[in-house]
């Protein structure tokens, strides 16, 4: 069982005194559970559970079983939380931070690497892996991929070609030199040969130049979870068994919990998925910006109109 909590639930315990207030990505910790619709009942050591996220102060559920939820208290050491996926201002009219904000950000909340994945391109790489190894902070050099939904030389002559979607996300991560080559290739090659709205890659690519690389199965328009959203879970099944296949164990199952639509449902299946085919699970933020109030700079930069 995945578990973690919202983070109204897990203010309501600060509050009240339950857990410690300083809490931070390195605390050691344990499972409790805890009951909300009872906040005076007893708190017991819950055995079966499984942590796959710590991402503090942001925590999110995950899972929960007969209405009770799990919190965290001080315990044995644990590893150090890392964002994996990660956009700047060269996601273009998508992402408002520049590298040096995102940087900056991870140093402050104590990170030691952070890696950066723009939309289908490397703009930002040079300047990023730059800045980070001023900061002190290790740089993973990745990008989010789109996957064309068939070929990438497919693009979308006919009425049929309409009804289906035209790509689907994929993060992909270089964690060598070879890696960091074939991703250069991969994101060249989409944009020469693969370009319809958007610079696609596909499977024969993927096939060719995946040597050094770690691939996630990303957002909500992801390989996994956009069939899942469509309720198409044996899709999404023989899609991770091709990831799985391919990438061997540098594939892994993306969890991500924004709040939004489909989120509940991905989070309900993915674990399962990743389970039945006993494929790694990982928790990422897919972070756009730092501050809360920039997306509507966004909406307003990409619409072309002004914010009052």
Known sequence: MVTCFACRDVMHLVSTGVILKNITNTTPIILKSYNPTNPNSDIDTYQSCTIIAVGLPCFRIFAHQN???????????????????????????????????????????????????????MFGCFEFYKKAKNAGIKPILGCEVYIANGSRFDKGAGKAATKKRNYFHLVLLAKNDIGYKNLMKLTTLGHTEGFYYRPRIDTDLL????????????????????????????????????????????FYIELQNHGLEGDEIVMTQAPRLAEELDIKLIVSNDCHYIKKNMPSRIMCSSISRTQD
């Open 67 to 121: 209405n009770r939820l799990i919190f965290l208290e001080n315990c044995n050491p644990m590893p150090e939380f890392v964002h994996l996926h990660n956009h700047t201002h060269y996601s273009l009219l998508d992402a408002a931070c520049t590298p040096d904000q995102l940087i900056q950000a991870a140093k402050e909340d104590g990170q030691k690497a952070i890696a950066l994945t723009d939309h289908g391109v």
């Open 207 to 250: 096939e060719q130049y995946h040597e050094g690389l770690i691939a996630l199965s990303a957002c909500l328009a992801g390989v996994i979870n956009a069939p899942l959203l469509a309720g198409d879970y044996e899709t999404a099944r023989k899609n991770a068994i091709w990831y799985k296949n391919l990438f061997g164990d540098d």
